[in-house]
């Protein structure tokens, strides 16, 4: 927990509009965030009409944030981990946000599979998960020597797990997930657009290397558990 704690307030707190751009305006009925930070996401998806009821999930408690908003349904503070401990009733939303979330678990597998008994038939996954061949990293790695951590960002310290594209969509198909998207961050992040002007120049050769994180949206399939 101290990385955790060292960590500035702001990194708690945002709203993904990154991943609320990726969802379109679909209203959804029973919408679930694991690692919800401060719940802002949460709370400007009930402002804007995009979630009648939200639950959130976070390792702990976030004073003076949206987590104490009366509009948010549901906060639960707990480890993602301990899986049998959580309480979340199988088959109950219609859509799961998990925003660089996997990479901070020792078994994201698990916690995948686990996702899946949370969906109704055909609910919604969205997923970020940061790109270990982004170029900054693989050049402190590979040409620096140097596999720095720090305090956010793709070698963030609190990151367990890392994952190139190949891994993301691997772990997805092995828990029978169907893959309706997955794309570079800097397509709907507004803050990326030199990358995405890099990537329209170089015809997106050098995609996998531009892209800071992917941003992924799976379905659970009628026919699968």
Excluded at 9 to 30: E, F
Aim: with cysteine; hydrophobic share 40%.
């Amino acid at each position: 927990m101290a990385f955790y704690d060292a960590k500035d307030t702001q990194y708690y707190r945002n709203v993904r509009t990154d991943l609320i751009t990726a969802l379109g305006n679909k209203q959804y009925n029973n919408v679930l965030e694991l690692g919800a930070g401060g719940c802002d996401t949460l709370a400007y998806m009930k402002n804007f009409g995009l979630a009648k009821h939200v639950t959130a999930l976070e390792l702990f408690s976030i004073p003076g944030s949206n987590q104490e908003n009366p509009i948010i349904d549901k906060l639960i503070i707990a480890d993602l981990s301990a899986i049998p401990t959580l309480g979340l009733t199988e088959s109950s939303f219609d859509l799961i946000i998990c925003g660089d979330v996997l990479e901070h678990i020792f078994d994201p597998w698990a916690v995948v599979l686990y996702i899946k008994k949370l969906l109704t038939h055909g609910g919604l996954l969205i997923c970020s998960i940061p790109n270990i061949r982004f170029y900054k990293a693989m050049f402190s790695i590979f040409f620096q020597g140097d596999f720095n951590y720090t305090k956010d960002g793709i070698l963030d310290r609190t990151h367990i797990r890392f994952f190139c594209k190949k891994n993301i969509i691997d772990m997805f198909k092995q828990n029978d997930f169907a893959i309706t998207r997955i794309q570079p961050s800097f397509q709907v992040n507004k803050n990326e657009g030199k990358r995405r002007l890099l990537n329209n120049l170089s015809l997106g050769l050098f995609q996998n290397f531009l892209t800071f994180q992917y941003i992924i949206q799976v379905s659970k399939n009628d026919n699968t558990d």
